[in-house]
């Protein structure tokens, strides 16, 4: 009897694998087989474009409650399939507004997609879910359990924020902030089996933002743990949604830990005929070096225009370069951290490197006293290390006051990083300042990151009352709640009289003003970036 080798035995395991690449027609399904190594076989509505089935390595993931989709799912389109060179099987889905892609290449274990569209969904957000059965995969990376709701025993706010074992949770408590977002998963431990959402710089280009949105990554509800890529919504919208080719990005499968998306190679799409991929040869590069920011803080370049948004971190001399750009004229703004120091206008064209320095804007003021730093995030203020991942009504949470600060003797989380209205205002602020220091006018600088109802502050020195700054744009969404922070970045300068300061003790009082109030924690609120006394 001929015994072949473990060598020889595997060979011909792969082979056969490999074999197997290709799609079958069900009469109401395709049915792709990436001919993988770990073997990947994924089932695809002929009606609806919905993803039914998902086999990794012979094991059922799909939910059987629920599919996985673009959108809510797009309910009934035109769905075609077709191999590419033996290489790439490739579904597309169009609907008159919609064409999604769902891309399988020939050994690979990743589903690649990409989402066109010409008018933004009925339910107002644009993103992917994939839903995978909770009992197989139930962990979540990278934030763990925060965004895990299955096993809740109430709700704290609307039908999203629950508590389970006495911690507030919530899939909102998932989110990453879009430049550093290149993968998020679920898994489990036991054979170390994870399904990943992997983007990589041009995954984003066509979303809404900017390099610091967050959005829901993932959720393990109960029913089915759902995994994420959101491509726009209402969640702290800034800015309006583009339109246009969204991706490509990944729904990958592995057993051997979480893989990188940053540098996921996706330039296969230029051989695929997708509406609006935009090769490498088509697109052009901005480079320079960023300067007027300290060594302590993030150096982030950021470009966009009405098409296309694009992002790149500084090295420590302050020298970048753009990720692959569509051509055009962009806005491209240099953040210390995430607050805005800079913008200036450059042009992009294919094939080409287009230099622009960019500096940050100086001051003629003198500071005298600075509470937090000028860096657009609430970072170091009391519950800004907790704010990302649980409700502001969790026992984990310190007091929010109302507070004391006292320059030169207070912990920088003696200042909460929201103020309510009518729960934990005023904020005082006590300082002392010479002779020289009191005299003349002064300007109090306050810096917010997001408001919510209209909020802003109002603010007394010593006796003077100042005037009620206008009220920012409105967001319509909740923010400190859903753990977001960041919306238009305000700052109210107030123009303190000459006269009002005094030598020796001072105080600051700092109070929240807006013409309604809420619940609790949905009373109008404000995030603090830094305050500041300038002269």
Not at 448 to 464: D, E, H, I, M
Request: glycine share 10%; aromatic share 10%; hydrophobic share 35%.
């Amino acid at each position: 009897m001929f015994l072949r080798s473990p060598l020889l035995a595997a060979f011909a395991f792969s082979c056969s694998v490999l074999a197997a690449f290709g799609i079958t027609n069900s009469g109401s399904s395709y049915v792709i087989d990436a001919g993988s190594d770990n073997p990947l076989k994924v089932t695809v509505n002929s009606k609806s474009c919905d993803i039914t089935s998902i086999l990794f390595r012979g094991e059922e993931l799909q939910s059987q409650s629920q599919y996985s989709h673009i959108s809510s799912g797009l309910g009934s389109a035109t769905v075609t399939a077709q191999t590419i060179s033996s290489t790439y099987a490739k579904i597309t889905c169009t609907t008159s507004t919609l064409t999604h892609y769902i891309v399988v290449r020939s050994g690979d274990s990743t589903i690649f997609m990409a989402t066109y569209t010409s008018a933004e969904p009925s339910i107002g957000e644009l993103r992917f879910i994939a839903r995978l059965q909770s009992s197989k995969l139930p962990l979540e990376y990278p934030f763990g359990s925060a965004s895990t709701t299955s096993g809740s025993s109430s709700a704290v706010e609307g039908s999203d924020v629950f508590v389970v074992n006495g911690q507030t949770r919530s899939k909102f408590y998932s989110s990453e902030r879009f430049i550093d977002d290149d993968v998020h998963c679920v898994f489990r431990d036991s054979d170390s089996i994870h399904a990943c959402m992997l983007m990589n710089p041009l995954s984003y280009e066509g979303s809404s933002g900017g390099p610091f949105f967050r959005d829901i990554n993932s959720n393990n509800a109960g029913d089915a743990t759902n995994l994420y890529f959101y491509m726009n919504s209402g969640h702290v919208q800034t800015e309006s949604y583009r339109m246009g080719l969204h991706g490509p990005y990944a729904l990958s499968f592995s057993r051997s830990g979480v893989p990188s998306g940053h540098t996921m190679d996706t330039s296969f799409f230029a051989d695929l005929g997708v509406t609006g991929y935009v090769a490498a040869s088509g697109r052009g590069t901005v480079s320079g070096i960023a300067t007027g920011i300290a060594s302590s803080f993030q150096k982030v370049l950021h470009w966009y225009n009405s098409n296309a948004q694009y992002w790149t971190y500084a090295n420590s001399a302050g020298a970048f370069t753009s990720p692959d750009m569509k051509p055009g004229t962009y806005t491209q703004v240099l953040y210390q951290g995430e607050f805005k120091v800079a913008s200036s206008s450059v042009s992009v064209s294919a094939g080409k490197t287009t230099t622009a320095n960019i500096a940050a804007a100086s001051s003629s003021k003198t500071t005298l006293w600075q509470i937090g730093d000028w860096d657009g995030q609430p970072k170091g203020f009391r519950n800004a290390d907790k704010q990302l991942r649980m409700h502001p009504s969790d026992s984990r949470m310190g007091s929010w006051g109302p507070m004391s600060y006292t320059m030169g003797s207070s912990a920088l989380d003696s200042v909460p990083m929201a103020l309510f209205k009518s729960m934990n205002t005023p904020l005082t602020i006590k300082f002392t300042l010479s002779a020289a220091q009191a005299s003349g006018a002064a300007t109090l600088r306050i810096g917010t990151t997001l408001s919510f109802a209209g909020a802003r502050p109002q603010a007394k020195v010593n006796s003077w009352s100042g005037t009620t700054p206008p009220a920012p744009t409105k967001i319509d969404s909740r923010g400190v709640t859903r753990g977001a922070y960041r919306g238009f970045g305000e700052v109210y300068d107030l123009n303190v009289p000459a006269g009002t300061l005094v030598s020796g003790s001072n105080t600051v009082m700092i109070d929240v003003v807006s013409g309604s109030s809420g619940d609790m924690y949905l009373q109008p609120n404000f995030i603090l970036d830094a305050i500041e006394l300038l002269r």
